[in-house]
């Protein structure tokens, strides 16, 4: 079983930057895909990014790509979602979740570890 930590939310102005950090105890972050999902307040869980354990391949939901990155530092159990261009439509509470399963997948359902979540707010 393994525990996870997210940090790095907070607020930033239309255009900015956050990291989010995840990390993983209990178990080597290797063991599982990693995903980052975000929700707003009386909304569904909704998939943002996610990477397999082996941390050769991505996926990103299309309103994400091009701003949004997924990284893991196996070396420190933990996984990162650098987040640029921000925009307000971004504003959620982020959550970082692990899937231990073979099958690479991005459905929340398939995921069965999740942190506690990290808010970021963009706004000006």
């Known amino acids: 079983q393994v525990q996870l930590v997210e940090s790095g939310g907070g607020l930033v102005q239309p255009g900015g930057s956050l990291r989010l950090s995840c990390v993983a105890s209990g178990r080597t972050v290797r063991s599982y895909h990693i995903g980052w999902f975000r929700q707003a307040s009386g909304k569904e869980r909704e998939f943002v990014v996610a990477?397999?354990?082996?941390?050769?391949?991505?996926r990103y939901v299309d309103s994400v790509k091009g701003r949004f990155t997924i990284s893991r530092d196996d070396a420190k159990n933990t996984a990162y979602l650098q987040m640029n261009s921000l925009k307000p439509a971004d504003t959620d509470v982020y959550y970082c979740?692990?899937?231990?399963?073979?099958?690479?997948?991005?459905?929340?359902?398939?995921?069965?570890?999740w942190g506690q979540g990290s808010q970021g707010t963009v706004s000006s």
């Open positions: 979740a692990a899937d231990p399963s073979l099958v690479f997948r991005t459905e929340a359902s398939r995921y069965d570890y």
């Open positions: 990477i397999n354990k082996d941390g050769g391949t991505t």
